[in-house]
Nanobody, 114 residues
Framework: QVQLVESGGGLVQPGGSLRLSCTASTSIISIYTMAWYRQAPGKEREYVATITKGGTTNYKDSVKGRFTISRDNAKKTLYLQMNSLKTEDTAVYYC????????WGQGTQIAVSS
């Protein structure tokens, strides 16, 4: 079925920025509400942000004002711009449909450390 590939992670200092990308093999990103998730060491995977087909966005409270979710339908790519990063943002980040999820990609690691 659809394949999801996350990229853009890395090591960044507190207060820094990163932009994550999620590229899909189908048009899922333009058809469904899409979401970014993250999983910190020893923790369950949690929702971070969503964007609907019409462009409506929602965010986990702790990232509001710092993260921005967007998409490029032509490129079949979902983005997450992360600014003012905190150590608490350290996690593996994944993308998927908010509902009716497809197989998970490998995720991309974000490490926020001084």
């Amino acid at each position: 079925q659809v394949q999801l590939v996350e990229s853009g992670g890395g090591l960044v200092q507190p207060g820094g920025s990163l932009r994550l990308s999620c590229t899909a093999s189908t048009s899922i990103i333009s058809i469904y509400t899409m979401a970014w998730y993250r999983q910190a060491p020893g923790k369950e995977r949690e929702y971070v942000a969503t964007i609907t087909k019409g462009g409506t966005t929602n965010y986990k409270d702790s990232v509001k004002g710092r993260f921005t979710i967007s998409r490029d339908n032509a490129k079949k790519t979902l983005y997450l711009q992360m600014n003012s990063l905190k150590t608490e943002d350290t996690a593996v980040y994944y993308c998927n449909a908010a509902k009716s999820q497809v197989p998970w990609g490998q995720g991309t690691q974000i490490a926020v450390s001084s």
